[in-house]
């Protein structure tokens, strides 16, 4: 099994950054993706980005392409979310969650959810 956990989050104003951090735990020796989904009050659990620890191949959702980044440390089974020019509908809880294998980028498929990080964006 893995263990995530997420932080990070906080208020920014419109147009800043932020950076969330995911660290793994468990078992992290077999081949496993770490994923960012993000849920706004009233609305549903969306993908934001997802890379494979092991290949480092990407994702991410349409809402954010040009403005995040995900990057991961192996070494340290830590996957970084790096959140720019950030507008006030990237407003959420912004969760982490691990996967072993090759899955879609999509919340059904993921197995092992954090508590969830607040990010607000408001002037």
């Known amino acids: 099994q893995l263990q995530v956990v997420e932080s990070g989050g906080g208020l920014v104003q419109p147009g800043g950054s932020l950076r969330l951090s995911c660290v793994a735990s468990?078992?992290?020796?077999?081949?496993?993706?770490l994923g960012w989904f993000r849920q706004a009050p009233g609305k549903a659990r969306e993908a934001v980005s997802c890379?494979?620890?092991?290949?480092?191949?990407?994702y991410y959702g349409d809402a954010v392409k040009g403005r995040f980044t995900i990057s991961r440390d192996t070494a340290k089974n830590t996957v970084n979310l790096q959140m720019n020019s950030l507008q006030p509908e990237d407003t959420g809880v912004y969760y982490c969650?691990?996967?072993?294998?090759?899955?879609?980028?999509?919340?059904?498929?993921?197995?092992?959810w954090g508590q969830g990080t607040q990010v607000t964006v408001s002037s």
């Open positions: 969650a691990a996967v072993y294998g090759h899955v879609y980028c999509s919340a059904d498929e993921y197995d092992y």
């Open positions: 890379i494979r620890m092991g290949d480092a191949s990407t």
């Open positions: 468990g078992n992290t020796r077999d081949y496993y993706a």
